[in-house]
């Protein structure tokens, strides 16, 4: 049974999280929310209610949506599509697992994590839209119903530092992450159309990829993707002991062997092209954000991209056969 958020926060974590969230107001928010100008419905969209027109289907569209009259009548798939609400739901699926607590500079994943969720969220609660949150560390254990406004975010963030410590390994033997447990709860607990944020270092055991696609089916889906630079690279650095942060096995490696160097290359680039490629089936947008990265331009570059896919979907005039026939008279 997943816990209900406490009325209060702890003290230390209130304090934590409210001076994040005040360092990215200044520094990222307030930038961010001028440089959209007002983009937010081609960066996060409604469920929509009223028919705007028709279009022809292009690959990737919702098959859902495909108005099967229109396609018998002109031997061609055509979709319909609907104006966006304004106000939506958010969600955070949050991987808080062993593997996210890493990084090889100044920053974690979970930090980046914590920076990104904390950015977004008061992006759209400030706008009025509502955020909700499920905290996944072996198991799904905490859901945060969507709400709007600041406090709500500052518990969120606190939830967040909580859970990890709590999913820190005890005993080195832990199970290892299972993303598709996550995916599954979302799918059993998010029933109306919003926007899911998946943000996640995808370091899971297999299975989670057919979970992901139906989420995107259901919703507008973005997979966040944490990593770090040293997860596809090995520095040479001699003999260094290696700690599975999933699992706690270690292993004593000499990194300084080129050949062990050049395998663990290969095996970090086979499995970035696995990923990428499952997330590209799934449907879902994917934003790529390193330890290293500036969040802001992340985000800018995330923006462009939505831009991209909005002007690639955007409805054209209605075919010829469907136009309603001008008054005599009339320009048409």
Known sequence: M???APAKAPAQEGDDSHALLERLEWSVIRRLDGLLQGDYRT?????GVDLAGLREYQGGDDVRHIDWNVTARLQEPYVRQFTEDRDLT???LLDLSGSVDFGSADRTKLAVSAGFVAVLARLLTRRGNRVGAMLYGTRVDTVLEPRASRLHVLELLARMRQRQRRAAPADGAGPGTSLGTLLQAAEATIKRRGTVFVV???ISTPGWEAALGRLARRHDVVAVRLFDPLEMALPDVGLVTIED???GEQLFVD???PAFRARYHAIAQAREAELREALARSGADALELATD???LDALLRFADLRRQRARLKAPGRFPAYLRTPAP???AS
Do not use: H, K, M
Not at 43 to 47: D, E, T
């Open 255 to 257: 990194s300084a062997d």
């Open 293 to 295: 990265d500036d969040l």
């Open 43 to 47: 960066l996060f969209r409604g469920s």
């Open 2 to 4: 997943a816990e209900p």
């Open 245 to 247: 942060a999933e699992t």
């Open 328 to 330: 005599a008279g009339v």
């Open 200 to 202: 996640s270092d995808f």
């Open 90 to 92: 958010a969600w955070f």
